[in-house]
């Protein structure tokens, strides 16, 4: 599996970044695809997903309004993954990753480079 995310940046409370993520192949019984994100001193906590069986999305509590997840499914298992955020906070500063994860949002232990989103105040 290959993971590849970009589109972070620095930007201002208030603003927005686009994020995307290039995954070449599903990992066997993965319930979905999605972003997770680190903050430093913090674990690593699910942000946002979508299911492969019927692309329904699913978002973290501290999201819910400002992110929205979206997914372009190509030939040969690849796929492109998209987080759109809007309303930035400085508590949304982190390194995001995407990921592939089993029931749950547990992750399948699959990390590619993440992206750092720096939201200043």
């Known amino acids: 599996v290959q993971l590849q995310a970009s589109g972070g940046g620095l930007v201002q409370a208030g603003g927005s970044l686009r994020l995307s993520c290039t995954t070449s192949r599903r990992t066997f019984r993965a319930f979905g695809m999605g972003w997770f994100r680190q903050a430093p001193g913090k674990e690593r906590e699910f942000v946002a997903g979508?299911?492969?069986?019927?692309?329904?999305?699913?978002?973290?509590d501290s999201v819910k309004g400002r992110f929205t997840i979206s997914t372009i499914s190509r030939d040969n298992d690849k796929n492109t993954l998209f987080l759109q955020m809007n309303g930035l906070k400085p508590e949304d500063t982190a390194v995001y990753y995407c990921?592939?994860?089993?029931?749950?949002?547990?992750?399948?232990?699959?990390w590619g480079q993440g992206t750092q989103v720096t939201v200043s105040s």
């Open positions: 990921a592939e994860y089993y029931s749950g949002y547990e992750p399948t232990g699959f």
């Open positions: 979508v299911s492969w069986s019927n692309g329904s999305p699913g978002y973290a």
